[in-house]
């Protein structure tokens, strides 16, 4: 039997997992034993191994409802055990204009609008229902990747993003409270300014403004996600975890 069909093995599924933070929890997983199966647009990136990193990614465009009802099924027959210990929708995306500058609700196109709330949140909705089953025998946990753009007027984040991210904090609540009788705690982290690509150039000099005065580490987020996913918080559901450094004005 090869690693990734054991079946006293955790399994994760993880969104947006090419860079970034996506990447940092990969890592982490891996680590504690747990098979990670990767979902982004890009193909395997080779020059970010590990182990059956290759045959358990899975290229989807989840701005598409289409391909990303495609995915799910093909995840689901991927997983072997019927069983899903974890799924962590991280993947997000935040347009900017031309120049790089922030786009506001007036600014923001309509297709703009609908592809931010595609990947940023409606993902989630599809993917957590489409592996109910799973989640539910394996008494998982799901994890959606918020920001703190959801809850305050960011410099650098748009309209859209930051909607999409309130969005998906309530939908944790929501969620929270349909999946819990299936056994399943759904919670949320919600990053300040990690060092990441996502990051504008400004975003570095608001470092001065944070209480720890620095940025975060894409290795400190996904730390809390995987205490989110073990039984270490097993009576944690429908709560959102301020990752930010003490960034709270
Ligand atoms: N960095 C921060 O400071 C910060 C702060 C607050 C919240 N967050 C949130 O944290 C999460 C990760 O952020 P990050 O900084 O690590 O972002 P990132 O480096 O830009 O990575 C985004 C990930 O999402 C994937 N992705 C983008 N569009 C996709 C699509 N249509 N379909 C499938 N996958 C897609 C990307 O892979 P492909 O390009 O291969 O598709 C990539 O793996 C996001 O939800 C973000 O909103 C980040």
Redesign the pocket.
């Known amino acids: 039997m090869t690693t990734s069909e054991s079946t006293d093995r955790k399994t994760l599924l993880l969104?947006?997992?090419?860079?970034?933070?996506?990447?940092a929890t990969v890592k982490r997983f891996s680590s504690e034993g747990w098979r990670v199966i990767t979902?982004?647009?890009?193909p395997f990136p080779e020059n970010c191994p590990w182990e059956a990193g290759p045959e358990d990614h899975i290229q989807?465009?989840?701005?598409?409802p289409n391909n990303t009802r495609a995915a799910i099924d093909v995840i689901r027959s991927r997983l072997g055990n019927g069983r899903l210990e974890g799924l962590v929708?991280?993947?997000?995306?935040?347009p900017k204009g031309p120049d790089g500058e922030r786009l506001n609700t007036i600014t923001t196109e309509l297709k703009s609008w609908a592809?931010v709330f595609?990947?940023?949140f409606f993902?989630t909705v599809m993917l957590a229902r489409g592996l109910r089953e799973e989640l539910t025998a394996a008494k998982g946990a799901i994890v959606n990747?918020?920001?703190?753009?959801g809850s305050r007027v960011h410099p650098f984040?748009g309209a859209a993003?930051a909607t999409s991210?309130a969005a998906l904090a309530s939908l944790t609540r929501e969620m929270a409270f349909d999946y819990g009788p299936l056994g399943v705690r759904v919670n949320a982290i919600?990053?300040?300014?990690?060092?990441?690509?996502?990051?504008s150039e400004g975003?570095k000099k608001l470092a001065n403004d944070i209480p720890l005065r620095r940025?975060?580490t894409?290795d400190e987020?996904a730390r809390a996600i995987y205490y989110l996913c073990t039984p270490e918080s097993s009576y944690v559901s429908g709560s959102e975890l301020h990752i930010n450094g003490g960034q709270h004005c």
């Open positions: 969104t947006g997992a090419s860079r970034g933070i996506g990447h979902c982004s647009r890009q989807v465009d989840l701005s598409d929708n991280n993947a997000g995306i935040s592809q595609h990947v940023n993902a990747v918020t920001s703190i753009a984040a993003y991210k919600a990053p300040g300014e990690i060092e990441t690509a996502i990051l975003s940025l975060g894409p987020v």
